[in-house]
């Protein structure tokens, strides 16, 4: 085949998707979280709520341990510093960085999913597996959890903590730096 004959192949296929998404766009979707540069005092407290649901604080022991040292003993004194500082100051000092991408609907509905069971077996099994190539497969949820699973907020909340999660990691990576150097 010619090569213009090839990619004018390749750009009707690449189109060829967009008008039909277009066509069958779903009538409306929950509203996304709106990132804001200073958030509210609401916003910060259910982003607070929500840290503490999560166990942020097992969160930061691993940006911790996936950081590079120099030897052994700069490792154990990051954890030994680590260790000093009470969960609820790691929720509070990143609550405000967090809350700038993740909404109060969306941070309620999390906090609540994290306390249900289902959440904290997800938790049990994310922070207390083994390093694996592969994800672990998630916990088998019963059917009034799949039902749970299934809620329209609960999806999208869980899309935008997707979402961020690069921005949250990165901001636990910047809170761990701030340990460190105290």
């Not at 090839?6 to 509203?31: G, K, M, Q, Y």
């Not at 916003?43 to 503490?52: G, H, I």
């Not at 959440?119 to 998630?138: D, H, I, W």
């Amino acid at each position: 085949m010619k090569p213009t004959y090839t990619l004018a192949l390749a750009a009707l296929l690449a189109c060829a998707p967009l008008t039909r998404a277009s066509a069958a766009a779903p009538a409306a979707a929950p509203a996304a979280s709106v990132p804001v540069t200073t958030p509210d005092a609401a916003r910060v407290k259910a982003v607070q709520a929500m840290l503490a649901a999560m166990q942020t604080e097992k969160m930061m022991r691993s940006v911790a341990g996936a950081s590079r040292y120099a030897n052994e003993e700069q490792r154990a004194s990051v954890f030994a510093k680590l260790d000093k500082v009470p969960p609820q100051e790691i929720y509070q000092r990143l609550a405000l960085p967090v809350a700038r991408v993740i909404g109060v609907e969306t941070a309620n509905e999390l906090a609540a999913f994290y306390g249900s069971d289902y959440g904290k077996r997800v938790l049990q099994q994310t922070y207390n597996s083994r390093a694996s190539m592969f994800p672990p497969e998630p916990p088998v949820p019963n059917a009034a959890e799949k039902k749970m699973l299934k809620r329209p907020e609960l999806v999208q909340a869980r899309k935008e903590l997707a979402a961020a999660d690069a921005t949250v990691r990165h901001e636990a990576f910047m809170l761990l730096q701030a340990i460190i150097k105290k």
